[in-house]
């Protein structure tokens, strides 16, 4: 079954750690991410046996400082740390020097946590930060994969089309990529529920809805029932892999090819 996560505790809509609690169970999430500087906060979450990771807006300026901080929360009993590289608001993770700040954000991190999950969060999108110098620099060690924001109503679009155009597929730079859905704005029930069963189509083994607090109970309901039906939307994925694998086999395949399909359905009813 497909993983989702919930982001939670982003400052300017804080919720008591029990009411998040509540929220993460209606949605059957399998562990919030915690926006980091609430130690009260994470362990609240922590004692009410609800899995946890942090996650950082970093400033490219300061990554080195960046790494430690995620490192810190590591150390206070979070399972993952996610490093939020956004080139907006101050983030510069656009400018000349992010390739080697991400370089020694990544060291500072791994020189404490070696193998500690770390993602990073971006907007993947082409010609802002899936081709990026610093998503380059990333890819050559260090991390465990990412987590790029897919947002149709902030895109302005239907459902498929951000996917289309934010999530680069199943890996990215030969690491595990897993959406960042929309769930604030009054998206609506429908629509997160078309968001989880479009990421688990498209071969993600997890999605992240953002946010636990924004998010109508209406809402987060659906995000359970679509992680629920996940499975479904995988099966028929591989069904229609395994077609059109056949059919490729059926008009170009040779003799060999043809026997060893032939072997692979060997038995079956």
């Known amino acids: 079954m497909m993983r989702v996560y919930g982001w939670c505790h982003n400052g300017y809509h804080d919720l008591p750690a029990a009411e998040v609690v509540r929220r993460a169970r209606l949605a059957s999430l399998d562990a919030l991410i915690i926006k980091y500087g609430d130690p009260a906060f994470e362990r609240a979450i922590a004692a009410a046996g609800v899995a946890w990771g942090t996650e950082r807006f970093c400033y490219a300026r300061q990554a ?3 790494g430690g901080m995620l490192a810190d929360a ?3 009993g979070a399972a993952f740390a996610v490093a939020n590289c956004e080139p907006n608001d ?4 656009d400018s000349p020097a992010a390739a080697a700040a991400i370089r020694l954000l990544i060291d500072a991190f791994r020189s404490r946590h070696p193998s500690a999950p770390l993602y990073i969060c971006a907007d993947l999108r ?9 998503a380059f620099e990333a890819a ?3 991390i465990d994969g990412w987590m790029p924001m897919v947002y149709p109503r902030a895109f302005g679009q239907s459902v498929p089309d951000p996917f289309a155009a934010a999530f680069p597929g199943a890996t990215y730079r030969g690491l595990p990529c897993w959406p960042v859905l929309q ?13 989880v069963g479009e990421a ?6 997890a999605c992240s809805v953002y946010a636990v607090e924004t998010a109508t109970d209406d809402e987060l309901r659906a995000a359970a029932s679509a992680k629920a039906g996940a499975g479904a ?4 994925a591989t069904a229609l892999a395994y077609m059109r694998g056949a059919i490729a086999i059926l008009d170009h395949g040779t003799p060999a090819e043809l026997e060893a399909w032939g072997r692979l359905f060997a038995g079956s009813t």
Do not use: C, H, K, N
């Not at 769930?183 to 968001?195: D, E, L």
């Open 140 to 142: 050559r060690g260090g």
């Open 200 to 205: 688990a189509w498209r071969g993600a083994a």
């Open 90 to 93: 101050g983030g510069a993770w």
């Open 183 to 195: 769930a604030y704005g009054g998206i609506g029930a429908a629509t997160v529920a078309a968001q």
């Open 64 to 66: 080195a400082a960046e």
């Open 233 to 236: 939307g995988v099966l028929r």
């Open 74 to 76: 590591v150390d206070a």
């Open 126 to 134: 082409r010609g802002r930060s899936l081709d990026a110098p610093f």
